[in-house]
């Protein structure tokens, strides 16, 4: 686990964190939940074949229960993943304040980060439980589920790991890796700039650490999970960010 004295590299939740385009579709999963956690899961087609895989999707400061992550987590499933977001905001996600013009971001990010971080191991352990220990496990983090996605891949507990423009982090997240990572960033990034960026990959070049980063220019952090669909460079940074996911968890998900 990281630790409070070493510097950081992420920065807290900004601006950024809680702006974005809603997205429109229709979800296709279900809320269960999971040690006292209401769960979004999303199964992949029926005629999957092979072995388990399970993506565990910590979402951004919207929860996996916003319609963008559903979006998100049904199109990771459709790729033969089960995929599940825990709401480690018990109810209470940034979108409920944001109309409030005296909305403390700072004290609301204060409150929920121990409560996540206190249910998101036994939530773990309860799907490791549920899906089995022989299935594939994969780790993915949106801006505030960053950490939790690299907090994992310090562990045997997945296989992989992404996040895509994260908050909150320092540089025992990355000096602590164990796992394949894959860096998904935006070109504007007030949480995780160009100069945090550069030492996230100085260190995953000094621990020899198997790594992957993209690089979207013209989009800012958010981009993979609100980007505006309807601006063609917004649009094509946040497919190509969900495809590179899925290439990468596949790429590690034959004969580990």
Known sequence: M???TSPVIAGPIT???VQGVKHVGEAVGR??????VETYISDP???TTGPKKVILFFADVFSPLFINAKLLQDYFASH???VLGLDYFFGDPVQNHLSDPNFDRAAWFAKVRPLAKEAAPKWIDAVREIYGMDAKY???GYCFGGPFALEIATTDKVIAAAFA???ALNEDHFKQLKKPLLLSCAETDNSFPAASRHRAEEILAEIKATYYV???SGVKHGFATRGDPNVEIERWAKEESARSVIGWFKRFSEGS
């Open 80 to 82: 033969g993943f089960h």
């Open 2 to 4: 990281s630790t409070s």
């Open 214 to 216: 993209q690089l979207f």
């Open 45 to 47: 087609p029926a005629d």
């Open 138 to 140: 994969f780790a993915v």
């Open 31 to 36: 809320v269960e939940t999971i040690a006292g």
């Open 15 to 17: 601006e950024h964190c």
């Open 165 to 167: 423009h994260p908050a």
